[in-house]
């Protein structure tokens, strides 16, 4: 159990860094330690970072001083937070866990758990400096809906403060005022955001700066210049986090020209409905014991998709009459449904590459190398592929060019290329090509793309 005290923002999980590597990780411990004593078993702890350093999905070569404390790391932020596993008395795998391992609509299971957090909760308790009532993704998730998208930037610098739900109105409006103040400054736009920036530090943390509580874990430097860069940096850190969780929802999308969070046009009916369906109210338990049976349900909140109705009429649009689905279940339903959405993918991928043969785009690839380059992307690592690929594609001179990269619905990079497997394949006449893209170099470069893939 985790106080909000200390908080003075919302805060997103940077641990595991992607929602994805859950899935592993929570399989790990539920093979090798279910029904065993989590709590207070530094041992135990211990025991499970130590099998999951030695996995061969795990990325790091350096073994932590204390394992036990990099295992908590790993399992009672975002798995315990989320409810993929429970840990109150022996270690299980929830049922919405055991459906995140099954692997089928991964992207469902997500959303539900993520709409599900709230602060406070039975899990992070209530601070005594402030109210806290927020369901954080339900919020992005509306923001990014009714504002046309919404920036890294405008995530980290204004977002991050809607604490409780009565805050939206006043937040949107500040973020509505920053864009109409960026456009007066585009020749030195750079310098009037790390100005907003900092300004709104001195804001949230105005006690702090008075008392002259400056100091951070990070470093022994307690001027007010760190302090500012310090929380400046854990704010970003928090933004990409928000952006790399929600996105794994597939409601989402990041559209790189311009730098926004965006709904995903295959899924704003799936975001209208949830943002008409489910109150911004932090929901309110009679004790832990309802509190878990509500986080731990596979099935809440209600989405979309579970209305068979509603379905019926998605699948209408694509030419499927009513007569053909009558006798089939939700569960097919879903099936024909993500049939379509795998072939959109397809099409989406030979459209993509059709228009990456004129050449006249390459002002276009230049520019993302430059944000990424500039760290301006959030996932630089996963846009360095899908743009490396797209110029590959560009050369037009291959049979093949595949990156290994997941997309999701509307083309975008969504995960990085799994392990074993090169990011990028090129087929030619005589040869064939393989490539492997990094943002680091020296000894780590080394590390991570010196091991075979298949």
């Known amino acids: ?80 937070a989320l409810g993929f596993v429970d840990l109150e008395t022996n270690i299980a795998i929830t049922k919405p866990g055991l459906a995140l391992l099954g692997g089928k609509r991964v992207d469902e299971v997500i959303t539900r758990q993520l709409l599900k957090f709230q602060l406070p909760s039975p899990n992070h308790t209530q601070s005594t400096l402030i109210d806290f009532a927020v369901k954080p993704y339900l919020e992005l998730l509306r923001l990014t809906s009714e504002l046309d998208g919404i920036s890294r930037t405008e995530i980290a610098i204004f977002f991050l403060q809607l604490t409780n739900f009565k805050k939206y109105d006043k937040v949107k409006k500040m973020i509505l005022r920053f864009r109409e103040q960026s456009k007066q400054n585009k020749i030195n736009r750079k310098a009037f955001v790390e100005a907003q920036f900092n300004a709104q530090i001195k804001i949230i943390y105005a006690d702090e700066i008075h008392a002259g509580i400056t100091s951070t874990r990070q470093s022994e430097d307690n001027s007010l210049e760190k302090f500012i860069a310090t929380k400046r940096s854990n704010m970003r850190d928090y933004a990409d986090a928000f952006i790399r969780y929600m996105r794994a929802t597939q409601l989402v999308t990041f559209n790189v020209q311009s730098n926004r969070l965006k709904i995903s046009e295959f899924r704003q009916s799936d975001v209208d409905y949830i943002l008409l369906s489910i109150k911004p109210e932090p929901e309110i338990f009679s004790d832990k014991e309802a509190f878990r049976a509500y986080l731990f349900d596979e099935n809440q909140p209600v989405l979309l998709v579970d209305d068979r109705k509603l379905l019926g009429q998605k699948l209408k649009i694509h030419g499927i009459s009513a007569a053909e689905l009558v006798n089939e279940s939700i569960e097919q339903l879903k099936d024909r449904i993500d049939l379509m959405e795998f072939l959109l993918s397809g099409e989406q991928i030979e459209e993509a590459e059709r228009a990456l043969k004129d050449f006249g785009r390459i002002a276009e690839l230049e520019a993302v190398f430059e944000q990424i380059s500039n760290r301006e992307i959030p996932d630089a690592p996963l846009y360095l592929e899908w743009n490396v690929w797209r110029a590959m594609v560009m050369l037009n001179d291959a049979i093949r060019v595949e990156g290994h990269f997941k997309r999701d619905l509307d083309g975008m990079p969504l995960n990085s290329a799994p392990g074993n497997r090169p990011d990028i394949e090129c087929n030619y006449e005589d040869f064939n090509l393989i490539v492997e893209v990094t943002l680091s170099s020296g000894r780590k470069q080394f590390e991570m793309e010196g091991e075979p893939v298949a």
Do not use: C
């Open 1 to 80: 159990m985790a106080s909000l005290t200390k908080s003075k923002t919302i805060f997103a999980f940077t641990s595991p860094r992607t929602i994805e590597k859950i899935i592993p990780e929570i399989e790990l411990l539920g093979n090798h330690f279910s029904g065993k004593i989590w709590k207070a078993n530094a041992q135990l702890q211990s025991d499970y970072f130590e099998v999951l350093f030695r996995s061969e999905f795990y990325e790091g070569e350096t073994y932590p001083n204390n394992p036990a404390l990099a295992a908590r790391d790993r399992i009672t932020r975002a798995p315990k």
